[in-house]
């Protein structure tokens, strides 16, 4: 678990900052905690910064085991899956609206937004840049984290605008006191079944009771590389693999026509776990684009966050069901 402080001097949260050259408001730790949800509509809003209560929602959904994917203040079709994940895991009526029962179920006086010291160890391990062709992520040592932004943006489920809308002047620095929202322990149990849901783009894990553990946003296939169908099995997991490119197996990356060993790292194409499925090649994986789930299509695996990912690994053992279907409980209606 990270480590928690209660303070922070409000010097750092001074200055205005910007992404990619646009003027962004900066974020206040009290505007997320005193934020109310009970007014939030269901229509997606327009591009813009992170809002406070959308921040909150989407904090209250991934304590609750039904995640949004990325924290990242923003009203998508992922928040609004979750909020449909949510009413299914709690035996409501689905329909992915936020209803005053919905409300009152998620709401917590927990707070929100907590402080969080940097450590020397958050500032290991970096690399300078990913580069996007295989043949040279071939060449690196590792694809970790490029920057200690991006490394607790990942630990906290969080979008990287959001780290720096909470921590307009930070530098990042060990010892450096910066704001991060506080998505909770990871959920625990264990998975009997899981149902990859290609029409929704949902992922959710049953217990084997038939109560459903956990829901996440996902990545299945694509038009072009069609997840598989049918019913598989888990057959293991492997934490922070290596990723064995074959062009002839899988897909063709630019104009690399030759067998690659693609190191291992949070920034690997598979992310930092692979739940392994009795379907040669195919399995359940991290990504190094989390902003990206559900919105540009796989090869042919199912993609989740590397959080969500690493949640759902430590549920299942190899045998699990895993079942590609159209349709699911946790959709909206």
């Not at 509509?41 to 406070?52: L, M, N, R, S, V």
Request: proline share 9%; net charge negative; aromatic share 6%.
């Amino acid at each position: 678990m990270s480590s928690m402080k209660t303070a922070l001097p409000m010097s750092l949260l001074a200055l205005a900052f910007s992404i990619g050259g646009a003027a962004a408001r900066e974020l206040r730790p009290e505007e997320i905690n005193t934020a109310s949800i009970a007014f939030i509509g269901t229509e997606k809003p327009a591009p813009g910064d992170p809002d406070p209560a959308i921040v909150r929602l989407q904090v209250l959904l991934d304590r609750a085991g039904s995640s949004p994917g990325v924290i990242d203040g923003h009203y998508g079709e992922n928040v609004n899956k979750a909020v449909a994940g949510f009413e299914a895991m709690n035996n409501l009526p689905v329909d992915g609206r936020l209803d005053p029962e919905v409300v009152s179920r998620l709401e917590g006086n927990s707070p929100i937004v907590e402080s969080y010291v940097v450590s020397v160890e958050d500032a290991a391990d970096l690399v300078d840049k990913i580069p996007e062709d295989y043949g040279e992520k071939a060449k690196m040592q590792s694809l970790g984290y490029t920057s200690v932004a991006e490394k607790l943006s990942e630990r906290f489920h969080m979008g990287i605008d959001l780290v720096h809308a909470l921590n307009p002047a930070s530098q990042f620095a060990p010892g450096d006191a910066v704001w991060v929202v506080e998505p909770g322990p990871p959920r625990q149990g264990k998975v009997k079944r899981i149902e990859a849901d290609r029409k929704t783009g949902q992922v959710l894990a049953y217990a084997a009771d038939g109560s459903l553990l956990a829901v996440y946003p996902a990545t299945i296939g694509s038009q072009d590389n069609p997840a598989p169908s049918g019913k598989h099995k888990v057959k293991g997991v492997a934490r922070m693999p290596v990723y064995r490119y074959d062009p002839k197996r899988n897909f063709k990356q630019g104009k690399n026509d030759k067998v690659l060993t693609i190191p291992k790292g949070p920034n690997g194409p598979v992310g930092t776990v692979w739940i392994d499925l009795t379907e040669p090649t195919y399995g359940i994986h991290g990504t190094p684009e989390p902003k990206l789930i559900d919105k540009v299509g796989s090869h042919g695996c199912v993609r989740l966050t590397n959080w969500d990912a690493e949640e759902l690994a430590a549920m299942v053992k190899p045998g699990v069901m895993v079942d590609f279907v159209k349709g699911s409980p946790a959709a909206p209606k």
